[in-house]
């Protein structure tokens, strides 16, 4: 994850992108992550407000509470 994030030392850095060139496991995974970490990013600089659905039932149990005034 270090790597990923440019977090890693020059040291960790180079052998995991030596360790990437010589497996092809490897770098699939990686590649796999990259594009796990760009979704990830999008969803988190995205507003999130719950559905209609939600609100209209939140608002019907508050306007039928018992105690409303």
Request: aromatic residues 4%; proline residues 6%.
């Amino acid at each position: 994850m270090q790597y990923l994030y440019g977090e890693a030392s020059p040291i960790l850095k180079l052998a995991l992108e030596k360790a990437i060139k010589e497996d092809r496991e490897l770098e699939k995974e990686i590649k796999t992550l990259r594009h796990t970490q760009k979704k990830l990013d999008k969803l988190a600089n995205r507003p999130v407000s719950p559905d209609q659905k939600s609100i209209d039932a939140i608002l019907k149990y508050a306007k039928e509470s018992p105690g409303k005034k």
